[in-house]
């Protein structure tokens, strides 16, 4: 059997109680067959609204699961207060206690329904709002909690006094009962379509069952209310329109939520933090009522305090996970800052935070007489040929493709220790560290090849184009037997003057800068912070057969 006649045959087995509770309660005479009838019906609608959630909780997953099993388990707890009340009837054959402990069960059985409803299941919220959500929903369910033991059971245990019970507990019932109406009117009014159908029938069995409910009340604390009167035909069919209601959840699912909602979540907050906020002025009204009760005043202040203690630990639990919220998203923005969007590489910024760091290591492992084949900083700036003309003829959206294809060519031509970064544009720069001067020119040569090897396939067709780049490089320290004597800064425009230069020279191919060896003819460069320096120059020319 599937879920849909599962939801329908509970759906018709409602309908057929109902009218066998309606005719029962007209033509059979008060006796204890009519008490078991009105008792066992009444049961078997608990049961088929139970069921009808319960089926849909076991068939959902994530949050609508949830969601479904929330329902199930106020349906299970409403339940529980039916058997009792059938344990008296049927089994001790007298009446309820005025003050029975299961009344717990059918006042608590809307705190679960009221959290599924928080959950707003008709929204795919964030993972972050969900898991602030829950903490949220667990201070405003101790607090829910809190309000029933210091009105409700004071006067059970503190100082039984029934008249003050059935007061406070008619008017809490009253309070949920308008809540819950409340949130599905609010939901009712935002959603459409089959959420729409659904909370409105959600909606009119809440009001259908509260008011039904009120009237058999308030006939039980008349005493003029027996099992089997007429009473229990619109309490027992309200059960009924639940069971429709989840016929109608069949099937739904949430929606992404929007911008515009984003305020629900700051909603519940403020709420739960009002809720915290009440607990002192309830404990202190009562210290200051004269007419209540020392021992009610006591029970009272206790059961306050403890409530503060939970929900101090709730809050700290929150705090917790606010900061580490917080952490994680200072910690993605810096990522998202130091990180080019189109490529994916590490930016401008980011070589301007962690270059002084590199320079340090190098200058000290010149100081310390390190390893030759680990000490130098060796910078590449790298340029694509002729780039405006793949933009003119295949439009922005390939060079875009060309540009991130070339990014990651370059990425694998290096090794795990150096840093490629997007310079600008369609240059980009290569922070070789732990290097050797002297192995610069392999590095030039196989960023040439990565490039120019392959052809790149353009998106929008399968048409293929071959690129090149063309390439500058210097090493720092500039002169290894005075490591202080030239700034990385000039350094690096030296390196640029390598890749001015290589671009002049026909493109596809690198120019490193070095100082002057004496042993070649070398050429003097203004320097930008410092006097002329004469540097020798080694041109490396890229693969000849990319066109």
């Not at 949050?63 to 099993?69: E, G, Q, T, V």
């Not at 396939?457 to 293929?464: F, K, Q, R, V």
């Not at 071959?466 to 004597?485: D, H, I, K, M, V």
């Not at 990385?488 to 001015?500: C, F, I, M, P, S």
Request: charged residues 20%; aromatic residues 12%; contains cysteine.
């Amino acid at each position: 059997m599937n879920r849909r006649n599962a939801l329908q045959i509970s759906v018709l087995g409602a309908v057929l109680l109902v009218a066998i509770l309606a005719l029962s309660c007209a033509f059979l005479p008060r006796s204890l067959f009519l008490t078991a009838v009105s008792d066992i019906v009444c049961a078997l609608l608990m049961s088929s609204a139970l069921f009808s959630f319960l089926v849909l909780g076991l068939r959902s997953k994530g949050r609508m699961r949830l969601f479904w099993m929330l329902q199930a388990a106020g349906w299970a707890m409403w339940l529980g207060d039916q058997m009792v009340w059938i344990y008296y009837d049927l089994f001790l054959h007298r009446k309820m206690p005025p003050m029975q402990p299961a009344d717990a069960l059918l006042f608590l059985a809307g705190a679960p329904m009221m959290a599924g409803l928080l959950l707003r299941p008709h929204r795919d919220q964030s993972k972050q709002s969900a898991d602030l959500g829950v903490l949220d929903f667990f201070l405003l369910l101790l607090w829910w909690l809190y309000l029933y033991i210091s009105q409700v059971v004071c006067w059970q245990y503190a100082y039984p006094n029934v008249a003050g019970y059935d007061r406070n507990f008619d008017l809490l019932s009253m309070v949920e009962a308008v809540l819950l109406a409340a949130v599905l009117a609010v939901f009712w009014m935002e959603t459409s379509g089959k959420w729409r159908r659904f909370y409105a029938t959600f909606f009119a069995a809440v009001v259908f069952n509260y008011l039904s409910f009120y009237v058999l009340n308030h006939a039980l604390e008349k005493d003029v209310y027996f099992t089997g009167s007429w009473y229990d035909i619109p309490y027992s069919a309200s059960f009924a329109i639940y069971a429709v209601a989840a016929l109608l959840g069949d099937g739904l699912t949430p929606a992404p939520e929007i911008p515009a909602e984003e305020s629900y979540s700051s909603w519940m907050s403020n709420l739960s933090a009002i809720a915290v906020l009440s607990l002192p002025m309830v404990a202190l009204y009562a210290l200051l009522d004269p007419r209540l009760p020392e021992k009610a005043s006591r029970f009272r202040v206790l059961v306050t305090l403890a409530t503060m203690f939970a929900m101090a630990f709730l809050l700290f639990m929150k705090h917790r996970r606010l900061n580490s919220e917080l952490r994680r998203t200072n910690r993605v923005l810096q990522e998202a800052s130091l990180t080019d969007p189109l490529t994916g590489l590490r930016n401008r910024r980011y070589f301007s935070a962690t270059i002084e760091a590199d320079v340090g290591q190098a200058l000290r492992s010149h100081t310390d007489q390190h390893d030759s084949h680990t000490r130098d900083l060796v910078f590449y700036l790298i340029d694509a040929d002729n780039f405006k003309e793949v933009n003119d003829r295949y439009g922005h959206d390939v060079g875009d493709t060309v540009l991130v294809e070339m990014a990651r060519r370059l990425s694998s031509s290096i090794r795990h220790s150096d840093i490629l970064v997007r310079w600008g544009g369609e240059e980009f720069l290569i922070v070789s560290r732990y290097t050797d001067r002297s192995e610069a020119e392999l590095l030039a040569k196989r960023v040439l090849a990565a490039v120019a090897d392959a052809p790149f396939l353009l998106s929008a067709s399968e048409e293929t184009i071959y690129r090149t780049c063309s390439l500058g490089w210097a090493a720092f320290p500039w002169f290894p037997e005075n490591p202080r004597a030239v700034g990385y800064e000039e350094v690096l425009t030296l390196a640029d003057r390598g890749l001015n230069r290589a671009k002049h020279s026909g493109k596809n191919c690198a120019v490193g800068m070095m100082p002057a060896s004496g042993k070649v003819p070398s050429t003097t460069v203004a320097g930008l912070h410092s006097n002329s320096l004469n540097v020798d120059v080694l041109a490396v020319a890229g693969p000849q057969h990319a066109l």
